[in-house]
């Protein structure tokens, strides 16, 4: 089923933000109903009264109560702004600002999910075809299909939970890893369970589901992403990079995670996803991908379904070989889709790693599109902060439809 239009009280909503803000013709930054946002990516004029004030407001505390070092953030509602607005520095002395680019880590993957169901609707290639039909080198690629690397259902251990990983990543930030090395570290192991039994997130299902696009396509993951995902949506500060380097302007990055707060906004996200889907974005391509992303947009009814679920409710029970760390005890209102999570009535992708992390998510039956963006202070605390944030204007704006917890 198709999302509904919004309820009358987030029309509400929709209607004191624009008093607020300015009508769509003159908003600044504002976006075009139903499509995409508008060049310059700045800040909102300063709101007055209605949900920005709230928005702000919970920024504004939570960046103080998590001492980050900046938050970043849009909201839209059926496709019209309510806010958007950056906090804090960059770097010292050098503010944020709503236009500054960072890395959107496993956001890319909701992408390469979606970028498969349209491959199906064009009749291209089957959800149950075989990995190995199409990387026919791969050990054991018989007993995984499309559908379960694009689910996380494979049982492929995860190479960033073998043993060792996190130490040689952090003891050398710059290396730049390769496919091949990331997939050997998986398909080198026992599954963690027979595939398309159970659900977990592993980084190696989406290296793989990357080659095999490319396989099927004959084109290059990030042509291709460019071609089917950002090019229709209009994501045009979104793109990947095959080297740690990232378009001006850059929002900064740093961590205390090898024990010293230090910058690392250039450490090397090549161990993170695809070769061709590690990208870079800014927060009005976030809130656009979310909303383009978690209507189901650019496939058709049966697609849509698919990306919610692709038969992944009822799955995800701890098991011996599966740590409960990554196989949660699952309902049917927390899942995975494909390429992304579905937690209760919203769609979401949240990325986390270096400094960095975001979060897009999407209400369907309101049309509702949250995106933000922080990096941390030195006491930061251990946790996903652009998600607790997300939680927060979730809960402000549609009480009767929180997030829950994930992860």
Known sequence: ??????????RLVAVT??????????????AAADGGHRRPCVSSRPPT?????????????TKAELDLKSVILRVTLDGREVVTAALGESMTGVPAEPAMHFRNGNVAISYMGTALLRLVDEGKVGLDDTVGRWLPGLPQGDRVT???????????VDYVTSPGFSDA????????????????????????????????????????????????????????????????????????????????????AFTADRGTYEESTFWNPSWTTAPGAVQTTDICDLARSASGIGSGELLSPSAYQELLNPGTVGLGRPTDTCPETVCLPNTEATHYGAGLLVLDDWVVQHPLFFGYSASQAYLPCERLAIAVSTTQGPDTPDGHTA??????????LAPDHPIPDFG
């Open 169 to 252: 990543v952090y003891a050398d930030p710059f290396r730049q890893w390769t496919a091949d090395e990331l997939v050997a570290i998986s398909t080198g192991r026992p599954f963690w369970y027979e595939p398309g039994t159970n659900w977990s997130y592993s980084h190696a299902n989406f290296v793989l589901l990357g080659a095999a696009l490319e396989k099927i396509t004959g084109t290059r993951l990030d042509v291709l992403l460019q071609q089917k995902i950002m090019g229709p949506l209009g994501l045009d500060e979104t793109r990947n990079s095959f080297t740690p380097d990232i378009p001006t302007p850059v929002l900064h």
């Open 49 to 61: 009264s209605g949900p920005a004030v709230d928005v702000l407001r919970i920024a504004e505390r």
């Open 1 to 10: 089923m198709r999302p509904t239009r919004p309820t009358s009280l987030l």
């Open 387 to 396: 998600q607790e944030i997300t939680q927060r204007i979730a809960a402000a």
């Open 17 to 30: 933000a624009l008093i607020a803000l300015g009508t769509p013709a003159t908003a600044v930054g504002g």
């Open 146 to 156: 499309l559908r379960m690397l694009a689910a996380s259902t494979s049982g492929l």
